[in-house]
């Protein structure tokens, strides 16, 4: 998993994460407060926080345990009235800033996760198919993959939104754009009846105006995969050991100013030639330790870790390859002098 940024306003999130935890950190790039919701979809629990203010050019990074599965919103407009907050656009309902496992009334921009769980493959995209309601963009960190890059909607869809979609704000202008779905409510705008398969559903006049303002983004229900994007995990070992053979660098590092140790084992085997250089601190051995030879040339075959070529890639050893006590150190040498 990844982490990554979501930026609103063309300023919305960045994700990353780790393999148990992944990262969203939400932007607010729009010259006005935007109060974001999120919801976990599939009947897991609720992320630490399901709404919260966000003032211009603030951020706000929230820790997901993966697996997750759910979306993000921005609502505007908001107020409190009578004890009530409500919002013009993207409202989840709850009467408070908090939307406490409701969504966001369309029209409303998404960004929709799924978070795979052991550094699996994450997925993510924005969709208008619920309307419009801001520009999006969500950036991964870390993962990678050829669809493991920024996917946006940059354009304001309100500007070019048809009378028959648009939600008008209090002063007039458009602040929101429905989908024809919500709008006209026909199936062939909402995929259903004799529409309900992508065969049979494909984009309408309605649906392109939409995607040609926001390309990278879902218009409609069965819209083409081109807006689904999706990274495989950091190369992190998450509190993962390395599997022998390896060689292994071993530090202690003491609090205060005290005395650092530091030594290369070969203990569970050879894979590369590795070498340590202290830099500042002094004392008789506080020197270069390396193993510079390559060991996997005089491998013996008895301890050899073959690559796909036949060349030996890795030496064992001697302990996990013939699990004997003068070897292990174990029952009658489990001492140095014997
Ligand atoms: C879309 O097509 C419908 C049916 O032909 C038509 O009534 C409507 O005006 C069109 N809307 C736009 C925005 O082109």
Redesign the pocket.
């Known amino acids: 998993m990844m982490n990554t940024q979501v930026i609103f306003c063309l300023t919305l999130a960045l994700f990353v994460s780790g393999a148990h935890m992944a990262t969203i950190s939400i932007k607010n790039n729009c010259p006005f407060t935007i109060w974001p919701g999120t919801l976990t979809g599939g009947g897991g629990a609720q992320l630490s926080t399901t709404g919260f203010e966000l003032g211009s050019t603030q951020t706000r990074s929230i820790d997901v345990s993966a697996p997750w599965t759910g979306r993000f919103w921005a609502r505007t407009q908001c107020s409190t009235a009578s004890g009530r907050f409500t919002c013009q656009t993207a409202d989840c309902g709850s009467g408070q800033v908090t939307c406490n496992g409701a969504g966001a009334a369309p029209p409303a921009s998404l960004v929709e996760f799924t978070i795979a769980a052991n550094n699996g493959q994450d997925f993510y995209d924005v969709s208008l198919v619920d309307g419009f309601n801001l520009p999006v963009s969500v950036t991964p960190q870390g993962g990678s993959g050829p669809t493991c890059i920024t996917s946006s909607c940059s354009a304001n869809v309100n500007s070019v939104c ?1 009378s ?1 979609l648009a939600v008008k704000g209090s002063d007039g202008s458009t602040i929101a754009c429905k989908s ?1 779905c919500a709008a006209l409510n026909q199936p062939q705008y909402c995929c259903t009846g004799a529409f309900n398969k992508p065969e049979t559903c494909p984009p ?3 649906s392109k ?1 939409f995607k040609d303002q926001c390309p990278q983004a879902y218009s409609y229900a069965y819209d083409d995969q081109t807006s689904t994007f999706s990274c495989t995990g950091q190369v992190t070992c998450n509190c993962a050991g390395a599997a022998p053979p390896a060689s292994l660098v071993e530090f202690t590092i003491a609090a205060n100013n005290g005395q650092d140790t530091y030594d290369l084992s070969l203990v569970d085997g050879f894979n590369l030639p590795v070498s340590v250089t202290p830099q500042g601190g002094s004392s008789p051995t506080c020197i270069t330790s390396s193993c510079s030879a390559n060991v996997n040339s005089v491998c013996p075959s008895e301890l050899a870790v073959k690559g796909s070529d036949g060349s030996t890639i890795a030496c064992k050893s001697a302990s996990a390859t013939l699990n004997q006590p003068q070897y292990c150190c174990t029952g009658a040498f489990n001492t140095p002098e014997t």
């Open positions: 048809p028959e024809a309408t006049n309605y105006i």
